[in-house]
């Protein structure tokens, strides 16, 4: 049987603690229940992947929410002294609530509110008192800012070229850290994002860095700093269009063995509807680390209200007084959509006009420089 947790053989120490932390030391065990084994990050918007995140923002003041949920098997478990396995947690169906706001044009602050909405398994009901089945996760706070790629035209575009980007979170305790949910301390991540688009397709990389302030200790395991890390490409499906194809890997590690080393991949579609994004995936885990699943299904929603701007000069086309033609941003009337060849209107077009904004004296502009003539 293919175990997840700590297992394997030469692990005897292990496997005697947590035979004692299952059935002798039920105080030691709520201790050892304030370790995050989640490991399904959702990305903040549905303008890249699944759970690597892209570089793009959605634009100054412009807004993204989310929800993603997941399931997720046999996700912590321990082996007995007779070499029976005991799942801790069987079966997780988790989420999250995202939102995500534009700062500028390249920077964007956005919120996780992780959940369990259900979990179970043999070793949960054993524990004094036993682990709750529904629990909030640690809050996630982070911010983004895009160095290289273009300004979004939009909400929703995705234009080709390439994208680097820094990330920060932070991670508030608040979860229950009673139910494998929430750690009680602080947690910091950083993480550099690269992604290319192309012709309505995609790829997407990250490398990065999780500090926690505040160690913690599963099964004789200590859980501290990890490398974390992701790919992901997205191919469109041209009979199907707008469907696309999608395939993602991610894990963290703290290179110091099996158990704190966790990989797990999924494959699924992602169809853009306007406004809405969906995604649909499954895969399995490659590693038996803890928090790993045998298996984890995701599906969810991202929705990004869009202002259009046929022209893409910054102004809605509500607002826009003249839809098809860009605003010439040169601090005069930039706010009404409408190009300005000539501000002052004495017929000396801008591009020639040395006082564009001083409308020159009829019959005293001799030399037609836009200037009246002293």
């Known amino acids: 049987m293919r175990r997840r947790g700590v297992h394997g053989s030469g692990w005897g120490s292990i496997v005697a603690a947590g035979v004692l932390w299952l ?22 918007d549905g303008r890249g992947f699944i759970g690597v995140q892209g570089t793009r923002t959605p634009g100054a003041g412009r807004p993204s929410l989310g929800l993603i949920t997941h399931y997720g098997s046999s996700l912590l478990a321990a082996e007995t002294a007779g070499g029976d396995e005991v799942q801790l947690v069987e079966h997780r169906l988790a989420g999250a609530l995202l939102a995500e706001l534009g700062v500028g044009p390249r920077a964007a602050i956005g919120f996780a509110a992780p959940f369990v909405a259900y ?36 909400a929703l575009s995705n234009d080709d070229g390439p994208g680097l980007a820094l990330m920060v979170t932070g991670i508030v305790p608040g979860g229950d850290d009673e139910a494998f949910a929430g750690e009680g301390a602080f947690r910091l991540d950083a993480q550099l994002l690269a992604d290319v688009h192309l012709l309505g397709s995609g790829a997407g990389a990250s490398v990065g860095v999780r500090h926690r302030f505040e160690r913690r200790e599963l099964f004789n395991e200590r859980i501290h700093d990890e490398f974390t890390f992701g790919a992901a490409l997205r191919l ?39 406004e809405l994004a969906l995604v649909l995936a499954g895969g399995p885990g490659f590693t038996g680390g803890i928090g790993v699943p045998g298996v984890r299904v995701v599906a969810g ?53 040395l006082c564009p904004n001083i409308e020159a004296l009829e019959d005293r502009d001799d030399d037609e420089d836009g200037c009246t003539d002293k």
């Not at 982070?142 to 160095?147: D, I, K, N, Q, T």
């Open 236 to 274: 469109p499906i041209p009979p199907l269009h707008p469907l696309q194809a999608m395939v993602e890997v991610r894990g963290a590690t703290d290179f110091r063995g099996a158990a704190t080393t966790a990989v797990e991949g999924q494959l699924g579609l992602w169809l853009p509807l306007g």
């Open 119 to 154: 979990q179970d398994g043999d070793g949960l009901v054993q524990l004094s008192p036993a682990a709750h089945s529904t629990a909030l996760g640690d809050a996630r706070v982070s911010a983004r800012y895009r160095f290289i790629g273009d300004v979004p035209k939009d």
């Open 301 to 353: 929603i991202w929705y990004a209200p869009a202002e259009h701007d046929a022209d893409h000069d910054g102004v809605a086309d509500a607002k826009d007084q003249c839809p098809p033609l860009p605003e010439d941003l040169d601090q005069f009337q930039d706010d009404d959509g409408c190009p300005d060849p000539d501000n002052d209107n004495d017929l000396v077009p801008d591009a020639d006009d």
């Open 23 to 44: 059935f002798a030391l039920p105080e030691l065990a709520r201790a050892q229940r304030d370790v995050d084994i989640e490991r399904f990050e959702p990305a903040l």
